[in-house]
């Protein structure tokens, strides 16, 4: 936000987000500040519009952390009623706090902060929804993953289970999540099949050497606005997949870990799909792989850089609407 930004003459609306309410800070351009609690349900949301048109602040720059399920609602609201809203990342937020000196934190707090943070920022992107039917795919690929981490968990208690019923019982309930795995699996099928935006989508997806449909569709659900992002850098920053850089003077130069921000479902997913892109010689990313672990770079890094790669390729192909070309691949060693 500029100078010249016309958002700055709005004023900024701070929400803390909870289960059954949430707090509000509003700061006008004049200078003014109102606080003021609803319920997290369609009547909190009309007394909320009604409470702003009070204090004539009916369009806002509204911040939301994300925080989980319970703000998305609140979101979609804001944002047919015309507010410009964020949706912002929580450590950032936590750690803005600190700078400020915060010591007391409740709800009322929090949201005063979020006002404050909307001010100090300059490279914040406006929340824009899904289309329902990418929101739908989320939905049905994060319920995927619930009930596989589930499955998992009730498999290590068998390997451990000594107990002939428990072990019984358990053996009962993998079966119960297996056939829930293969119905959320022809429900996403189904999904895709009736949208041909998607079908479109995921057929460039998978033209990629080492993604398969499940990380196609994985891809799509975690990053539903991947076409709006101007740069392929932009979208690897956004799935947590960017190296932090620790710099001080002459003495501190330390590359990081990733940031590991945004989705872990995404990269999970994409970890998997960088190692079966990296066994086959015949795969357009097994030689890139080889020539970072030439240049010294470990095995765990190199597959880093792999998954890097896959995302930006991702974003390459569903921004120009183009199939793989195995040659953007490659790599000098």
């Not at 079966?175 to 479109?200: F, G």
Request: glycine share 6%; proline share 3%.
């Amino acid at each position: 936000m500029t100078a010249s930004s016309p958002l700055l003459t709005l004023p900024r609306l701070g929400i803390d987000i909870s289960k059954l309410t949430f707090d509000v800070h509003l700061c006008t351009p004049g200078g003014r500040t109102h606080s003021a609690q609803f319920a997290n349900n369609q009547e909190g949301f009309a007394e909320l519009d009604a409470w702003l048109k009070l204090h004539r602040a009916s369009k806002t720059q509204a911040g939301i952390e994300a925080t989980g399920p319970y703000g998305v609602l609140l979101l979609w609201h804001l944002h047919t009623q015309g507010h410009t809203v964020y949706q912002l990342n929580p450590r950032r937020v936590k750690d803005y706090a600190r700078s400020l000196g915060r010591r007391v934190k409740t709800d009322a707090v929090d949201a005063t902060v979020i006002a404050a943070y909307l001010k100090g920022c300059e490279d914040l992107k406006p929340w824009e929804p899904a289309s329902q039917a990418l929101q739908d795919l989320q939905d049905l690929v994060r319920r995927r993953d619930q009930v596989i981490i589930s499955l998992n968990a009730e498999r290590n208690r068998k390997e451990k289970g000594t107990n002939k019923m428990v072990v019984a019982s358990l053996e009962r309930l993998i079966k119960s999540l297996k056939a829930e795995i293969a119905k959320l699996d022809s429900a996403i099928e189904a999904h895709v099949l009736k949208h041909t935006d998607l079908q479109k989508s995921l057929r460039l997806l998978r033209s990629i050497d080492g993604v398969g449909r499940l990380v196609a569709v994985t891809i799509l659900a975690e990053v539903p606005q991947i076409s709006v992002f101007e740069r392929a850098r932009d979208v690897a920053a956004f799935a947590g997949l960017t190296p932090s850089l620790c710099q001080s003077g002459t003495s501190v130069r330390r590359r990081g870990a990733m940031t590991k921000e945004g989705s872990a479902l995404l990269r999970k997913m994409l970890y998997m799909a960088a190692l079966h892109a990296v066994k086959s010689p015949r795969n357009a990313f097994h030689r890139c792989y080889l020539s970072f672990v030439e240049r010294g770079k470990s095995k765990m890094c190199a597959l880093g850089a792999i998954m890097h790669k896959l995302i930006r390729v991702a974003f390459g192909v569903l921004k120009h609407d183009s199939p793989f070309v195995k040659n953007f691949a490659k790599v000098e060693a």
